[in-house]
């Protein structure tokens, strides 16, 4: 991880993880996940001099968007989702954001796909398809870097949730078996919610994959 930067914000009633991936020599940066508090984000770019690129959603529920549309447009910044979840961000009963009170419509500027290779702020990230939490969730992976941002797909001891619309324990067991457990054992996951944790140890200790 020699070049990339980590800061981890917590934010929202959900303590959702909002991600800065930096580049330390440039300070470009990308947002993964801005789900609330979008002006102390802002105060926080500032406060180290980042230049925002792109935000980067794992999943459209309202707990990782909220946030989305003011720094889209304090940064002029583009947002990309997984395809499969392109019309749940454009739907507050879908996205759930009216379970916050909210009535959250956002439109993607990229829909990705599985295995679509970007480069953002000087770092190749790789598009891993999971579906499962949601219809179009997925994680980031940055080989080089030896991270994944999983999002609501692995947690620490854990995997997401099913149970909203769109969601399928079966898939999501196939998701994190036939992409995330082929990672190698060193790969560092930031989830989307609760501490870090890597791949070889949830390989070895967490009950819904052994």
């Known amino acids: 991880m020699g070049a990339l930067e980590i800061k981890t914000y917590p934010v929202g009633m959900l303590s959702t993880n909002c991600y800065f991936l930096i580049r330390k020599d440039t300070r470009q940066t990308v947002i993964i996940d801005p789900g609330a508090d979008a002006e102390r984000l802002k105060v926080k770019i500032e406060e180290q001099q980042l230049e925002p690129q792109a935000i980067l959603l794992t999943h459209a529920h309202a707990d990782h968007i909220m946030g989305v549309?003011?720094?889209?447009?304090?940064?002029?910044?583009?947002?990309?989702?997984?395809?499969?979840?392109?019309?749940?961000?454009?739907?507050?009963?879908?996205?759930?954001?009216?379970?916050?009170?909210?009535?959250?419509?956002?439109?993607?500027?990229?829909?990705?796909?599985?295995?679509?290779?970007?480069?953002?702020?000087?770092?190749?990230?790789?598009?891993?398809?999971?579906?499962?939490?949601?219809?179009?969730?997925?994680?980031?992976?940055?080989?080089?870097?030896?991270?994944?941002?999983?999002?609501?797909?692995?947690?620490?001891?854990?995997?997401?949730?099913?149970?909203?619309?769109?969601?399928?324990?079966?898939?999501?067991?196939?998701?994190?078996?036939?992409?995330?457990?082929?990672?190698?054992d060193e790969t560092d996951v930031y989830p989307g919610h609760g501490e870090p944790t890597t791949i070889g140890r949830e390989r070895e200790y967490n009950a819904w994959i052994r």
């Open 69 to 184: 549309e003011y720094l889209k447009n304090a940064y002029q910044i583009p947002v990309y989702i997984h395809e499969a979840d392109s019309e749940t961000l454009r739907y507050a009963d879908r996205n759930l954001s009216v379970m916050f009170g909210a009535d959250i419509s956002l439109k993607a500027d990229v829909c990705l796909k599985d295995q679509q290779e970007l480069t953002l702020a000087g770092f190749e990230i790789r598009v891993l398809f999971t579906p499962g939490h949601t219809a179009g969730g997925c994680c980031y992976y940055l080989p080089q870097e030896h991270a994944l941002m999983s999002g609501d797909t692995l947690f620490y001891d854990s995997i997401g949730r099913t149970d909203f619309p769109g969601g399928s324990m079966s898939e999501l067991l196939r998701s994190v078996g036939d992409k995330l457990m082929t990672l190698p």
